[in-house]
């Protein structure tokens, strides 16, 4: 087995800690490493590094270096840009398919996922790796731990194989009382965006599904044959059609599978999402230095001084050099906006 490890995203919900040339996943967000080099760290014990890939923006493909040192710079595959899931993954595939058989099994995984039980993590690859070779395209569905309204669901079918179940249909974010309702039946899951194939299997379902795509991911072929995998290839990558692999295949395609799964998964999208993975007091409150709060439960601190909290509950306070961000945990995720307000400022310093 292969890994593709995704590390191109922009990271704008966890402003201001997150920044353009820092981004999420190369943040310790919990301990002394990155969400990145945990990433990698989990796998190690059962794919050697020299068999783990990273695919990134090239503006970060340095600190991808910086952060693993002994990952092969060959194993470091560069998006001119980001265009989403399905030309990335497109993009790596082609990559790959110069450097093993069409028939290698291929794990693809964010870079930023909080993954807490990990011997379950690495035992779900056991079917997965079986199904793959089989020819199905398999994705991991989170067994739910309350009705989300901020995850995509897949819905399950009838058993495949021993862990293994069919994919009936991908839901996009429900509301609330639709999101009950899935719970309630017990067959739905929540889309990790996590997805495990053959090399050869993903590129003939983009072949079939998402033809414009393989096609210019054979020119970008011819030019990294010729000019080396350095060169610029940004002319085609351009305009390739910005679609999740969701979407653009998975939805779509006949042959696949999703193995349910329950190892303390996170995909820490918001402050409110790390509240809620980290250790609190007595009253729910996080203090990531030393502080207190008076009469105030529920809150998240990240600061490098003494904070006192007084009266107020389930609120976000994140400190930096040059920015301090307050909000409520159930608006945490609309940081976003603040990214948006500091660009159209032009205070290209804040972001």
Known sequence: MIALIMAGGSGTR???V??????????????????????????????????????????????????????PKNN????????????????????????????EVMLVLPADHVIRNVPVFLKSLIPAEQEARKGRLITF??????PA????YIEAG????????????????PDKDTAEQFLASGDFYWNSGMFCWTIGAIHEAFCQLLPEIPKLT?????????????ADVSEHYAIMPRIPIDIGIMEKAEKRGVIPVDYGWSDVGSWKALADISLTDNNSNHFSTTGTAIDAKGNFVQTSKFTAVIGLD??????????????????????KKVVDYLNNKGDTNLI
């Not at 009838?158 to 974010?173: G, I």
């Open 14 to 16: 966890f402003w201001p």
């Open 18 to 71: 997150s920044r353009q040339n820092f981004p999420k996943q190369f943040i310790n967000i919990q301990g002394s490493t990155s969400m990145l080099q945990k990433t990698v760290e989990r796998l190690l014990s059962k794919i050697c590094l020299h068999d783990i890939y990273i695919v990134t923006a090239a503006n970060q493909a340095e600190l991808v270096s910086k952060q693993l040192p002994r990952l």
């Open 76 to 103: 470091i595959i560069v998006e001119p840009f980001g265009m989403n899931t399905a030309p990335c993954i497109a993009l790596s595939v082609e990559y790959l398919k110069s450097r093993y058989a069409d028939g």
């Open 141 to 146: 569905g989170i067994v739910p731990e309350y």
């Open 149 to 152: 309204t901020g995850y995509g």
């Open 158 to 173: 009838e058993e495949l194989a021993p862990q293994v179940r069919s994919v009936k249909r991908f839901k996009e974010k």
């Open 218 to 230: 054979a020119k970008i072929a011819d030019i990294w044959e010729v000019k080396g995998n350095e």
């Open 314 to 335: 389930n609120i976000c306070v994140i400190e930096t050099a040059d920015a301090i961000l307050v909000c409520t945990k159930d608006k945490s995720e609309e940081v």
